[in-house]
C-alpha cells in the first residue's frame, strides 16, 4: 500500500562558481604617491632628516659618531630606515650627501639627496629618474612645506599655494593652508583648503555666483551650518565643487576642479 507521507523536495544543486575577476592592472605609481605612502616610512625619513639637522644646527651633535658629523641628514636616513624592517640601505655617500633605499617588498628603489638640505630642501629620485623635492621652511610667519614632482605639486602652511587655474573663483581675504595640483590622464585636477570668518552660506554665494557669472551650470545644496555646489562649464571639459562647513567661529572651505579634454588654465 503506497504511503500518502509527502515526500521532501529533491535538494537543488548550487549553481556553478563563477570564476574570480581578474585582478585590474596595475598603474604606474608617480613618485609623489610613492615617497608619501607607498615607501612605507620615507616621508618619516625626511621629517627626521630636517629636524635632525634642525637640531645639529644647534648642538653641533656633540658626542656622536663621525659619520652623523660628516652628514647628519644621511646619517638620519639610515636612523629611519634601521627602524622600518621593510626598507634597507642600499648605498649611501656622506660627502654627496646620498642614501638610496630599497623596499624590500616591492624591490624597488629611491634615492634621497640632501645636498641642499642646509638650505631647506630635499629630494629623492626613483630608478626611472622621476624626483620629487620637499622644501621646507621654518621662517617666522613662512612655516610650510611644498612637495614637487613631474606629477604635481602640494603646499602646506604659511607657503605660497598651488596656482589655480583663472576659472576658479578666489575668496577675498583668505589665506590657502592647502593646497594641490595634479596631471591626469587628460586633464589636470586640483584642490584648496582655507577658513573664513565668514557664514558658510555666505561662502557658498559667493562662488554660486562668480561661476554662473562665468557660464557654468551650479547645483546647491545647504543644511544649516554646511553647504556644498557642484559646477560645470557648458562644454563639460570644467569642474568646480565647493564644501563649506561652520566649525566653531569658523568656516572650514575646500575647493576641488578638474578639467578634461584640453581645457586651458
Not at 605609481?29 to 632628516?49: F, K, Q, R, T
Not at 594641490?180 to 555666505?202: I, L, M, P
Not at 557648458?234 to 566649525?247: E, F, K, L, N, P
Amino acid at each position: 500500500m503506497a504511503s500518502n507521507t509527502p515526500q521532501p523536495p529533491a535538494p537543488v544543486a548550487p549553481p556553478p562558481a563563477q570564476p574570480a575577476a581578474p585582478a585590474p592592472p596595475k598603474k604606474g605609481i608617480s613618485p609623489l604617491v610613492w615617497i608619501l605612502g607607498g615607501c612605507g616610512g620615507v616621508l618619516v625619513l625626511a621629517v627626521i632628516a630636517f629636524a635632525v639637522v634642525a637640531y645639529w644646527g644647534v648642538h653641533k651633535f656633540k658626542g656622536y659618531a663621525d659619520s652623523a658629523k660628516k652628514n647628519p641628514a644621511v646619517f638620519a636616513a639610515k636612523l629611519a630606515v634601521a627602524a622600518n624592517p621593510d626598507l634597507e640601505v642600499v648605498s649611501s655617500d656622506d660627502e654627496d650627501g646620498t642614501v638610496t633605499i630599497r623596499n624590500k617588498k616591492t624591490g624597488e628603489e629611491i634615492t634621497m639627496n640632501a645636498a641642499d638640505i642646509k638650505n631647506g630642501r630635499l629630494k629623492f629620485r626613483n630608478e626611472k629618474g622621476e624626483e620629487v623635492t620637499f622644501e621646507g621652511s621654518g621662517q617666522k610667519g613662512k612655516e610650510g612645506l611644498r612637495i614637487k614632482s613631474s606629477k604635481g605639486t602640494m603646499a602646506f602652511g604659511n607657503v605660497e599655494a598651488v596656482k589655480m587655474p583663472a576659472w576658479v573663483p578666489v575668496y577675498a581675504g583668505a589665506k590657502v593652508m592647502a593646497s594641490t595640483k595634479e596631471k591626469t590622464e587628460d586633464g589636470f585636477s586640483g584642490t584648496a583648503s582655507f577658513q573664513t570668518s565668514d557664514a558658510a552660506a555666505t561662502v557658498l554665494e559667493h562662488y554660486e555666483s562668480e561661476l554662473k557669472t562665468s557660464g557654468f551650470e551650479v547645483e546647491r545644496t545647504d543644511a544649516g551650518g554646511m553647504g556644498s555646489l557642484h559646477a560645470k562649464a557648458g562644454d563639460g571639459t570644467r569642474t568646480v565643487a565647493v564644501t563649506a562647513v561652520a566649525i566653531g567661529n569658523l568656516t572650514q572651505v575646500t575647493v576641488e576642479y578638474g578639467a578634461t579634454g584640453g581645457a586651458k588654465e
